[in-house]
Structure formats: structure tokens, C-alpha cells
Nanobody, 123 residues
């Protein structure tokens, strides 16, 4: 079982940037990792995925603003977020799972989740 721990959340102003990190430990053999977010009262949604070949997938709203990357030597996943908007405010989670679910940001198919890090964007 892999353990995931997010960090890097915080409060920034509209238009600002943040970089989130996710440290993986334990039995790390993931073929795909992803970032999801959940705002109060809303469903969890995927914002970026990366597979073992480095291919990435983003929903339309994240394209051009968010960049997912990973450092396999450090077992760390990153999410660089720019041009942040108030509607990006949410708790952000990293997760891992089978590529068939993970790459397409299907949260119900993910195996392991971190506890989340809170991102707040003020207008």
C-alpha cells in the first residue's frame, strides 16, 4: 500500500501561483498519479494526471494553467498552478490508481489518496 502526503497549499490572491507537492512512500509502483480537488458542497473533480511514460491529461479549465510533473527519484508528484482564480479554491488531493481510471481522472477508480491540502484564492 502506498502512502501519499500533500503539501504546499495556502492562500494567494487572484492571478497568483502555487506549487503543490505529494510525497509517496511505501510500496510505490504506480503507473499513474493524479491530482483531484473538492470544494465545499461540490463533487470531487480531477485536475491533472500523469502516467508512467510522462503523458499528461488535463480537463479543459486546467489546460495552460496547471502543470503536473513527477520526480521518480524522489517519489514526489507536483502540481504547478498559475493564473489562479477564486473558483480554484478547494482541498487538493493526490491519488494513484490503475491507468484506465487515473489517466481519465475517474476518482472512483483510484486506490490510494492523500489527506489533502487546502488552497484558497482571494478575489
Amino acid at each position: 500500500q502506498v502512502q501519499l502526503a500533500e503539501s504546499g497549499g495556502g492562500s494567494v490572491q487572484n492571478g497568483g501561483s502555487l506549487r503543490l507537492s505529494c510525497a509517496a512512500s511505501g510500496y510505490v509502483t504506480s503507473t499513474c498519479m493524479a491530482w483531484f480537488r473538492q470544494a465545499p458542497g461540490k463533487e470531487r473533480e480531477g485536475v491533472a494526471a500523469i502516467d508512467s511514460d510522462g503523458r499528461t491529461n488535463y480537463p479543459e479549465d486546467a489546460k495552460g494553467r496547471f502543470t503536473i510533473s513527477q520526480d521518480r527519484t524522489k517519489n514526489t508528484l507536483y502540481l504547478e498552478m498559475t493564473s489562479l482564480k477564486p473558483e480554484d479554491s478547494a482541498t487538493y488531493y493526490c491519488a494513484t490508481g490503475p491507468r484506465s481510471y487515473c489517466f481519465f481522472l475517474l476518482s472512483y477508480g483510484m486506490n490510494s489518496w492523500g489527506k489533502g491540502t487546502l488552497v484558497t484564492i482571494s478575489s
